[in-house]
């Protein structure tokens, strides 16, 4: 279901998002409009926060730094019509403590619990967001990356994910005495891009942000050695995030919202590559760019 204001923007999308299928049902004849775009911007400025304390909890940057949210607002200011409230928005703030968890694991020795309570947080993101439900794979590769893991890990994160969803179904009949499976399938398997198409003031910032994307991220790997333990198996797992998501996207398994999933990783990895870079000056060209062409879209991307 979609919900367009007067002048036909899409201002609510509860696609592939059971719990606010739900929540729209009782909203949807109510003029939200305002109060729907400022969710929206709040919960992308709430996951901001939530990467930031991630990434200096952890140093992934060496010191404490707020580039990798500064980041993640801009790349997401630059996805065509971001301003509408969208289930995975609400899905990404799930994730990202499901994220802090993994990387806790990383750090200590591999807890059954902490396993556990990612997976619960993973398969609550699924249920504002369908598409995340294939990250179940991407959870359990982030769990089996530390070498102290064993299968008694894995069964914990297909019991957690389970557990979220039995107590969904498990309310959906006693509500509505009704359990209907094949809804939930179709919205995972059907795709449409609702964020419409790439504007021509959107083109040249894809490109622009593709290819400092295979640079940064091929330079942080060809460094990799000179990181931390710690550090190298947290960039393997934004890496491995970042290829999920594309992976997710190019085989046609979710739409274009997806890429607020992969905005997350590459902030923080973006952010390793500026902070490491030694040349300040093309730090500063890059940033610039980055900025203007941000700007740019802005003023004429409608």
């Known amino acids: 279901m979609t919900l367009l204001s007067e002048d036909k923007t899409l201002i609510l999308n509860t696609d592939k998002s059971p719990l606010l299928q739900i929540l729209s049902a009782s909203t949807a004849k109510s003029n939200l409009n305002l109060t729907f775009k400022i ?7 709430t996951q901001a926060m939530l990467i930031n304390f991630v990434s ?9 730094n707020f580039m990798p949210g500064m980041i993640f607002i801009i790349l997401t200011a630059n996805l065509y019509n971001y301003q509408y409230l969208h289930g995975i928005l609400v899905a990404n703030i799930f994730f990202i403590i499901a994220w802090w ?3 806790d694991i990383y750090n200590h020795t591999t807890d059954n619990r902490t396993v556990f309570n990612a997976s619960l947080l993973l398969s609550a993101a699924s249920l504002f967001y369908l598409s995340y439900t294939y990250f179940l794979i991407f959870l359990m590769v982030a769990v089996l990356f530390n070498v102290k893991s064993n299968l008694k890990d894995v069964m914990m994160i297909v019991l957690g ?11 959906s009949y006693v509500i509505s005495n009704n359990v209907n499976f094949s809804e939930i399938i179709n919205d995972l398997t059907d795709v449409s891009a609702h964020l419409g198409d790439i504007k021509c003031s959107m083109l040249a910032f894809s490109i622009y942000i593709t290819l400092l994307s295979v640079i940064g991220i091929s330079t942080i790997i060809l460094n990799l050695s000179l990181k931390k333990v710690f550090i190298r198996l947290n960039i393997r797992l934004l890496i491995v995030w ?7 996207w190019l085989t046609d398994l979710s739409s274009k919202e997806i890429f607020y999933s992969i905005a997350i990783p590459l902030s923080v990895l973006l952010s ?9 000056f093309m730090r500063e060209v890059f940033w610039l760019l980055f900025i203007s062409m941000t700007i740019i879209n802005q003023i004429f991307g409608c």
Not at 39 to 45: G, K, R
Not at 161 to 171: A, D, K, N, Q, S
Not at 242 to 248: D, N, R, S
């Open 39 to 45: 969710t929206a911007i709040l919960l992308i400025f």
């Open 56 to 64: 200096n909890q952890y140093r992934f940057l060496g010191k404490t």
């Open 101 to 103: 968890l993994v990387a």
């Open 161 to 171: 994910f389970l557990t979220v969803w039995y107590i969904y179904f498990g309310l």
């Open 242 to 248: 970042v290829l999920t998501g594309m992976l997710i």
């Open 272 to 280: 390793i590559y500026f902070t490491d870079m030694k040349n300040k």
